[in-house]
């Protein structure tokens, strides 16, 4: 045996040595020998070694901005601690232990992805053509418009996007741009706070987490110390919106009265990662006291686990208030709690609060929240809806909208990061329930916010046409064109949010069950028709409507987000698994410290 092994492994190297002698070299046959030419459909390291091929990316170097954020002299520079936390070192497992899906199978899939990356390539070269470096696209002038302070917008938040779609000089073209971006100059006075964060930092930093181009950290740092900036107050506690000038000079900046809770909300993840990425703990330090305002109060509010919708960061006031929501105003407050546990975990006290204040919010939001609704197929699903409450105690306000729909898939993680089964079934439930509101309207897709009526009995319900028109009666808002089951489309509109099909993506990733893929599928092709035009996607004014007037309207997020999840749920299941990523709020995914232990 082992003679005969010699001999072979001998006449293979002779094999080798004549066949590179006569084939011609490398520059003469580049598409036969060199590195594949086109992007592989496979997980995130099989896509990295093409994406990040040293020898296809161009030499890029950053510019400096006009001026050097972290040179300010605070007048009230935030606390240095705490330290970041030692990296996690073990994870329960998140991902369905997925198996190879049959060649049938396997090639719907493929048709699907390849059709949402046509509607992305068109979408960009448009972009491309008649927007670039501007924040935004109208999609049916084809004008270009500034929103975010005019720093590109819409091709800082699609980056991540090109490089998981494997459009390689596309990305490094964007990332060259990106080299120029100014960020000591802005289009606006002041600064937004919450959307720079999540679109501008959040695109760096997943891009840089992807990519690993220098270019990217650099703006990212530039970014995320103008934000830092923003928490030169008195109290050391984030404006809403920073006053571009007065910023620079380090004079304190005034805290606003009262904010939306989402905004002071929606930064840990950013900081973090930006503290992760850079080894300063400063940017960590800085949110990490904000939080701590949210946690020290969390059960002492009209719904204990629950914060109100407004919060005044001026006086560290989030208690005083009587309406409770997971919509808009408040959402990614909630969202970033099991999410920041998942980039910290529970090592230390400043980042075990994350796992507490998950828990307590989603047992609270159970239970006061989440109501299931009177439908004629008696579905078992859930909607979130809204919670007042006034002096007879909690009541539930069977309206919901679209950015609630987010809630799904963060139960589904939340039931994973804490092993709790009923989170997940209720995840399940809730992703359905948006699934069934995309079904039931005529052209396939929810009204941005509608009414529904609850079942007085969760376990029983039964469809009751009388009580559904009693209701229907009361709400000034009802049309004859409503489908059953819905009260009110309170604002018809359809403006390309991602929230549905972000958790059906999460769900199909955690649970391995076909049937979200297939729902994926129905919404995508919806979708995609509803909101076409001649360049681009554009919104639409009536849900309840065929062939419903469009608006010159295209926010960054249809590229950054809503794109992105449908072409996730038909790739393969490595990329982008949520094992080493977490998502932010505008689905930009950082990585995490440490890859999950084997499926048990
Ligand atoms: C800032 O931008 C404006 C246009 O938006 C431009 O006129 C001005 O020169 C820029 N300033 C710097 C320092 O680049
Ligand atoms: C709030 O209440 C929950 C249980 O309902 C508890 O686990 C949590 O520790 C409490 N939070 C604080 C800050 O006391």
Known sequence: MARFRLRHIAFCALLVLALYHFLPHEDALPTLLSTQRVAPNGGTHALGKYMNDPKHIPHIVAVASSFAWN????????????????????????????????????????QRRREVKRVFEKNWASYKAHAWMKDALKPISARPVDQFSGWAATLVDSLDTLWMMGMRDEFYEAVAAVATIDFGNSTSATVNTFETCIRYLGGLLAAYDLSGHEVLRRKAVEVGDLLYAGFNTENNMPVDFIGFKLAKTGEALPVEETVVSASPGTITLEFSRLSQVTGDSKYYAAVSHVMDVFHE??????????WPMTVSMKRRDVVSGYQFTVAGNADSLYEYLPKAHALLGSTDASSAKYEAMSRAFMDTAMENLFFR???????????????????????????????????????????????????????????????????????????????????????????????????????????????????????????????????????????????????????????????????????ISDVSVVGSEKIDYMESFWMAETLKYFYLVFADPELISLDDFVLNTEAHPFKLSKPAMPAS
Request: charged content about 25%.
């Open 373 to 539: 609704p009177m439908v004629p197929g008696n579905e078992d699903i859930l909607i979130s809806g809204n919670c007042d409450v006034l002096d007879d105690g909690p009541r539930l306000d069977p309206e919901s909208e679209h950015l609630t729909c987010f809630i799904g898939g963060l139960f589904a993680l939340g039931g994973r990061l804490f092993e709790n089964k009923e989170y997940l079934e209720t995840g399940a439930r809730l992703a359905l329930g948006c699934a069934y509101a995309y079904e039931s309207f005529p052209t396939g897709v929810m009204p941005e916010r509608y009414n529904m009526v609850i079942c007085p009995d969760r376990q029983n319900c039964k469809w009751d046409e009388e009580i559904w028109a009693t209701e229907s009666a009361k709400r000034k808002e009802y049309l004859e064109r409503l489908p059953k089951g819905f009260t009110t489309a309170k604002d018809p509109r359809y403006i390309l949010r991602p929230e549905a099909i972000e958790s059906i993506f999460v769900l199909w990733r955690v649970t391995g069950n076909n049937e979200f893929r297939e729902i994926a599928w129905q919404m995508f092709q919806a979708v995609a028709s509803a909101t076409e035009t001649e360049i681009a996607n554009a919104a």
């Open 71 to 110: 040179t300010v002299k605070m007048a009230y520079p935030p606390p240095l601690t705490p330290k970041l936390p030692p990296p996690v070192t073990t994870r329960p497992r998140i991902q369905h232990d997925f198996s190879k899906d049959s060649r049938a199978r396997s090639s719907v899939q493929e």
């Open 297 to 306: 109060h969390q059960n002492e509010t009209q719904l204990p686990g629950m």
